[in-house]
């Protein structure tokens, strides 16, 4: 029954169509009556790497049901061992004992055809010659070699990093699957050198063991636990360890023959203590409506416990995420006179919010200032009393501004005119105040401008002081 059932999907199904059945999910179509029940998975394709597995059900109005009879699920996405054959490459290997055109081969797998990466082409070694010897692949092999995309029945299908048919999740920055690269900073930079280094790498376990690595060839190799990936181009040489890392790394340069040399460097450096939000705090009533709220705590990875929340602040970028917010406990609440229900829009408590006190006053009368306010976290209780708390609680609304500008307007300042010659041995000058309403003043005396300097400032800092003392700015 199950290669029956398996050729009713024809050999030129479309990828959309294979699509839809590849999600390990119910869709409407499956509560047609005309189907029986879905069958139990089928075996792995693999034991290891990730692979595809089926299931199938019949249609019991003989064609006429809507929908597919298959379904997929992906299975064994544990990793295989390190000394693992390929899975393309066991099914180009098993064609080295048949003939083609007369000849015997070894067949060697050919890796990321984008016109048709789910056929199975192999090159012969020591041969120029590439071959499709099928045109699938076993369900579960890799569309290309750098993607967890996997063929089922000769389609590439999407899979994500958590490792689900159909799945868009990405690995990010920091390593971390379907992560929003949070959990690590970039860090980045450049030196110069007069010389050629040798490229060395100092480990440091857990345990304390100590390493020295040296690196002459392109190639992967494992360094303490830890996949390290040296790429030699020309006069490029890049490290690529994708992680985690099973111990503490460190790059060094040994000089050797005098080169004019720019270093670049850049990694992804994660943190040692994250933030890790809480469970829900219970909710804030029984009945009636209310709220739950949680929150984070630091977190030293390496030691998996809690710790105070200023190791998390060591790095700008690890940002403590904003307390989450849910309704809780909506049923209606039962009257006391048995004769009413209070429904959760009676007596719903209100959330926590931000209350402020009242701005101070202005640092300075005029020429710009600042005024400042301070600001609580209150919560209302059902019998309508205000309570400070905790300020988390109130996190997960902005919290408004507690400093703003003041007295922008320019301070009044004294302006005078150049001396005159109002009658013989009698010099005026007329000094008026600016940015106030303010009467000009004439200021007269009997000797010349030189040695009248002083008495007119003296008169115009008597002014100034009267004015201030009897008037208020406009």
């Not at 390493?211 to 390290?228: A, I, L, P, Q, Y």
């Not at 030293?300 to 904003?322: F, S, T």
């Not at 959760?344 to 005029?366: A, G, I, K």
Request: hydrophobic share 30%.
């Amino acid at each position: 029954m199950s290669s029956t059932l398996i050729s009713d999907l024809g050999e030129d199904m479309e990828a959309a169509e294979l699509s839809k059945t590849s999600r390990n999910t119910h869709s409407d179509e499956e509560e047609d009556g005309n189907w029986d029940a879905w069958g139990n998975w089928s075996d792995c394709s693999r034991t290891c790497g990730g692979g595809a597995s089926y299931s199938l059900r019949r249609c019991l109005a003989g064609r006429n049901c809507e929908g597919q009879n298959i379904q997929y699920k992906t299975c064994s996405n544990h990793d295989c061992p390190p000394d693992a054959e390929d899975f393309r490459a066991q099914q180009c290997s098993a064609y080295n004992d048949v003939q083609y055109q007369g000849h015997y081969y070894e067949w060697l797998p050919q890796y990321n055809d984008s016109a048709a990466p789910c056929a199975l082409k192999c090159h012969a070694r020591g041969q120029n010659l590439v071959v499709e010897l099928a045109p699938k692949v076993l369900d579960g092999t890799r569309c290309n070699a750098d993607s967890l995309d996997m063929c089922i029945s000769g389609i590439c299908q999407a899979v994500g990093c958590d490792r689900q048919l159909g799945s868009t999740a990405k690995v990010d920055s920091c390593g971390i699957c379907a992560g929003n690269g949070s959990s690590c900073r970039l860090v980045r930079g450049h030196s110069k050198s007069n010389v050629s280094p040798e490229k060395i790498i100092e480990s440091k376990t857990l345990q304390g063991t100590k390493g020295e690595h040296s690196f002459n060839s392109s190639g992967v190799f494992v360094v303490e636990n830890t996949t390290v990936e040296f790429q030699r181009v020309s006069d490029r040489k890049t490290f690529k360890i994708p992680g985690p890392l099973m111990a503490d790394f460190i790059f060094k340069t040994r000089y050797t023959v005098a080169k004019d040399s720019t270093y670049q460097f850049f990694f992804y450096q994660p943190f040692s203590h994250q933030w890790r939000q809480t469970d829900f705090f219970p909710c804030t009533v029984t009945c009636g409506g209310g709220y739950q709220l949680n929150s984070a705590e630091c977190v030293d990875i390496r030691l998996k416990r809690v710790v105070p929340d200023h190791y998390c602040h060591y790095y700008p970028e690890n940002v403590k995420p904003k307390p989450k917010l849910k309704e809780c406990s909506m049923d209606p609440c039962p009257s006391s006179d048995g004769f009413k229900e209070i429904m959760p829009y009676d007596h719903f408590q209100p959330l926590p919010r931000w209350e402020h006190n009242p701005w101070t006053s202005c640092s300075v009368s005029c020429g710009g200032g600042i005024q400042k306010r301070t600001f609580v976290c209150v919560e209302e209780s059902m019998h309508g009393e205000i309570l400070q708390v905790e300020e988390w609680k109130c996190m997960y609304a902005p919290k408004p501004k507690v400093m703003q500008t003041c007295n922008l307007f320019d301070c009044p300042k004294w302006i005078a005119m150049e001396w005159s010659q109002a009658k013989k041995n009698l010099w005026q000058k007329k000094v008026s105040c600016s940015g106030w309403s303010f009467n000009i003043q004439t200021i007269e005396v009997e000797k010349g401008p030189v040695e009248a300097t002083l008495p007119w400032l003296k008169q115009a800092q008597e002014l100034e002081e009267t004015r201030i003392a009897t008037e208020e700015p406009t």
